[in-house]
Nanobody, 132 residues
Framework: QFQLAESGGGLVQPGGSLRLACAAS????????VGWFRQAPGKEREGISC????????????YYSESVKGRFTASRDNSKNSVYLQMNSLTPEDTAVYYC?????????????????????WGRGTLVNVSS
């Protein structure tokens, strides 16, 4: 069975950091495009970082939304069939359920800006609560 599982969420104070992980099972995550998305109460799902597969020459240059650029960093650990999202300088506006998704897109920028429409696999999400 093809599955994705997020972990690493929790309660953190403003200005703090968290590292989220997305582990895949049943398929090779490195060969797929991967995106990190979040959804806050009352808001649409937002693509925040999207990565090309390692078969794409652009795989070293993830796309980041303007809301997280400079604060969040996405990366892959292919030996663990996982992707990560390092989140720094967190603010209450970052509070949301964070999801990872995998699939194939011609443009990872479009993957993110579309909110992940058409992505094949989704995790169940992990809650990030930024509060004092």
């Amino acid at each position: 069975q093809f599955q994705l599982a997020e972990s690493g969420g929790g309660l953190v104070q403003p200005g703090g950091s968290l590292r989220l992980a997305c582990a895949a099972s049943g398929f090779t995550l490195a060969k797929t495009d991967v995106g990190w998305f979040r959804q806050a109460p009352g808001k649409e799902r937002e693509g925040i970082s999207c990565l090309s597969s390692i078969m794409d020459n652009d795989w070293r240059s993830p796309y980041y939304s303007e809301s997280v650029k400079g604060r969040f960093t996405a990366s892959r650990d292919n030996s663990k069939n996982s992707v990560y999202l390092q989140m720094n300088s967190l603010t209450p506006e970052d509070t949301a359920v964070y999801y990872c998704a995998a699939g194939t897109w011609a443009s990872v920028q479009a993957m993110c800006t579309s909110g992940g429409l058409g992505m094949d696999y989704w995790g169940r999400g992990t809650l990030v609560n930024v509060s004092s």
